[in-house]
């Protein structure tokens, strides 16, 4: 079946320290890719989306891109500000529409 | 655009008394609501899944009895956990999506329920 595994947390870093997080997927056909933010205490947001093989989603400074070839969805941001902290979702859309999510990332940012 | 609210935002409720948690699509039509529950640092594992003016269909393992659903028209969907119990307690989130999406459209999420069963 159908599955996103992301790595584990949490995640530390400094103010403007870059960031990767990783997110690879399990699926069959053409499933669709995001990434969702919840911010403490708050529901989940949607941060960035792909649709598509090589579509790059972008959002407040972050981005991923959707490569087919590695199964990949990694969330990246150059320089990362205190309020970035939060916990971070990959989740893959299959044609039931169904999101499948991984099992989040926590970021704390340390001025 | 595209806001889903949830009401109540939270609630305590004793054992053995059912609880309503209602998920509204305040600016968009949402032909499919979904119903996601999450444990403390835990992912959101997907309960169930609620189409307009139809039954839902609910994940393996979930309790259809238990966790009522019902969505009654393109802008509200409910669920109501019946007979609730200390192990009932949890975040409960709801997310549409909106009746143009294909595949690829987005969902939007509540801001999610926190319902404790004393």
């Known amino acids: 079946g159908n599955s996103v595994t992301q790595m584990e947390g949490p995640v530390t870093l400094s103010e403007e320290a870059f960031l990767t997080i990783n997110c690879t997927y399990t699926?069959?056909?053409?499933?669709?890719l995001f990434w969702y933010v919840q911010y403490p205490g708050e529901g989940l947001q949607l941060l960035l989306k792909?649709?598509?093989?090589?579509d790059k989603g972008s959002n407040k400074g972050f981005e991923a891109t959707y490569r087919k070839e590695t199964t990949s969805f990694h969330l990246e941001k150059g320089s990362v500000q205190v309020s970035d902290s939060a916990v971070y979702f990959c989740a893959l859309s299959d044609s039931s529409y169904k999101l499948i999510f991984g099992s989040g990332t926590r970021l704390l940012v340390r001025p | 655009g595209a806001v889903v609210s949830q009401h109540p935002s939270w609630v305590i409720c004793k054992s053995g008394t059912s609880v309503k948690i209602e998920c509204r699509s305040l600016d968009f039509q949402a032909t499919t609501m979904f119903w996601y529950r999450q444990f403390p640092k835990q992912s959101l594992m997907l309960m169930a899944t609620?189409?307009?003016?139809?039954?839902?269909?609910?994940e393996q393992g979930v309790e259809k009895d238990k966790f009522l659903i019902n969505h009654a028209s393109l802008t509200l969907s409910t669920l109501t956990v019946t007979s609730a119990h200390p192990e009932d307690s949890s975040f409960y989130i709801c997310?549409?999506?909106?009746?143009?999406?294909?595949?690829?459209?987005?969902?939007?999420f509540g801001p999610g329920t926190r319902l404790l069963v004393l």
């Open positions: 699926a069959t056909g053409y499933p669709s």
């Open positions: 609620s189409n307009e003016g139809s039954k839902a269909t609910y």
């Open positions: 997310s549409a999506r909106a009746i143009s999406g294909g595949a690829g459209e987005t969902q939007y």
């Open positions: 792909a649709t598509k093989a090589d």
